[in-house]
Structure formats: C-alpha cells, structure tokens
C-alpha cells in the first residue's frame, strides 16, 4: 500500500528510505462505501423534516442540498441547519464552497489531468 501511494505522490527516488522507516498497518471501514453509492433524491432524510418540530437528522445521512458528504464540514452543516431550524433563528450555516465553478480551480484540475506542467 506504502508503494502504491509512493507512485502517485511521485516521490518513488526516495522510496527505499520511506519504505525502510514506515509501519503501515491496513484497516478496513466496512461501511465507508455507503457514502458514495448512486443515490435519488429522497433517500435521506431531510435535516428537519417536514411538520416536526422537535426532531432533526444530523451527520452524514440526512439530505443537503448542494454538498458533499464524508466531510466534517457536512456533519457540522447538519448540526447547524438543525439548531437555527428548531430555535426559529433567522441564521444559515456557512455557504458550500463550489469549486467546480471557480476558473483557476478548472484550469488546474485540467493541466493535472493532461499532465501539463504549469
């Protein structure tokens, strides 16, 4: 596994040297594929559903729009949607970082994947 994320770091001319000093212990997380199977809308809950008023959904299994899960920032969202919504606050957690609009973030997933050096 060490060599494997040795080739893709690009750093196989010191591989010898990590390999020789590193303790690489493999684990499995069984359920870690169930954050990115096809879904529809609908599968998850929504933070708070609808017609409640003292029950939320927070962590990685109720609906945000516009995010992504398996990130701490995902759970934390939840958590706030669900406090502002269940206290009547007229407050909204932080926005999602969209990216995948920004032109510099564009331009350098483009030359990463054609290998182009900038």
Do not use: W
Not at 54 to 73: K, M, R, S, W
Not at 79 to 105: D, F, H, I, S
Request: aromatic share 8%; hydrophobic share 40%.
């Amino acid at each position: 596994m060490m060599a494997e994320i040795i080739g893709h770091l690009r750093i196989e001319a010191h591989a010898s040297r990590i390999l020789d000093a590193c303790t690489c212990i493999p684990c499995m997380m069984p359920f870690i594929t169930s954050h990115f199977l096809p879904r529809s809308k609908g599968d998850r809950p929504q933070v708070v559903p609808e017609g409640t008023k003292n029950l939320a959904f927070i962590g990685q299994y109720c609906e945000l729009p516009d995010d992504v899960v398996f990130t701490v920032e995902y759970s934390i969202r939840s958590a706030q949607t669900a406090v502002y919504t269940l206290l009547g606050l007229e407050r909204k957690p932080p926005a999602v970082y969209k990216g995948q609009y920004n032109p510099r973030v564009l331009l350098e997933a483009f030359l990463a994947l054609h290998e182009i050096g900038v």
